[in-house]
């Protein structure tokens, strides 16, 4: 077997071929120190991918809770445990998200209608009730929604909050 035939291929086909194999050859590398050998393109895309997550995480989180929120408001009478899990779950791991990387502090409140919007189409598919019969504003502020104990009140009742 030659030399050649004996070398590994460069990063950037490994990074198409074989993603966590890259992933490993990349920390070795900067273990290493051998900043020379990175695959510097795809590294960056990569670490900026990340941060990225953190914010899909946080709204796909957000749609969850509001659609919980919406459906406990709406259907009062088919509150479950269930539901009140979901609720909690969703605002605590938005809120490790937050404690883990606290310049996204500020993201909820960011796409906070957008998530609304999502949640008002989720709640509607998941319930039966009409999506128009969903106010169109959110009956709750961000800060409602991420407090562990707030509840939303039926419609009717104002919410003390």
């Given at each position: 077997?030659?030399?050649?035939?004996?070398?590994?291929?460069?990063?950037?086909?490994?990074?198409?071929?074989?993603?966590?194999?890259?992933?490993?050859?990349?920390?070795e590398?900067?273990?290493?120190?051998?900043?020379?050998?990175?695959?510097?393109?795809?590294?960056?895309d990569?670490?900026?991918?990340?941060?990225g997550?953190?914010?899909?995480?946080?709204?796909?989180?957000?749609?969850?809770l509001?659609?919980?929120?919406?459906?406990?408001?709406?259907q009062?009478?088919?509150?479950?445990?269930?539901w009140?899990?979901?609720?909690r779950?969703?605002?605590?791991?938005?809120?490790?998200?937050?404690?883990?990387?606290?310049?996204?502090?500020?993201?909820p409140?960011e796409?906070?209608?957008?998530?609304?919007?999502?949640?008002?189409?989720?709640?509607?598919?998941?319930?039966?009730?009409?999506?128009?019969?969903?106010?169109?504003?959110?009956?709750?502020?961000?800060?409602?929604?991420?407090?562990?104990?707030?509840?939303?009140?039926?419609?009717?009742?104002?919410?003390?909050?």
């Open positions: 077997m030659t030399r050649a035939a004996l070398k590994p291929p460069p990063a950037a086909d490994l990074y198409d071929r074989d993603f966590y194999a890259w992933t490993q050859a990349q920390a590398l900067l273990r290493a120190g051998r900043f020379d050998e990175l695959d510097l393109r795809n590294l960056i990569e670490v900026a991918s990340v941060g997550s953190e914010k899909r995480e946080i709204e796909s989180r957000l749609d969850i509001l659609a919980h929120l919406l459906k406990w408001k709406f009062p009478g088919a509150r479950t445990s269930s009140q899990a979901t609720l779950e969703q605002r605590m791991r938005i809120r490790r998200i937050l404690k883990s990387s606290p310049s996204l502090k500020r993201y409140a796409v906070f209608s957008e998530c609304y919007l999502s949640a008002r189409l989720e709640a509607a598919k998941e319930t039966g009730i009409d999506f128009s019969l969903f106010p169109e504003k959110p009956p709750f502020t961000v800060e409602q929604a991420l407090d562990p104990n707030y509840f939303p009140k039926e419609p009717g009742l104002l919410d003390q909050s």
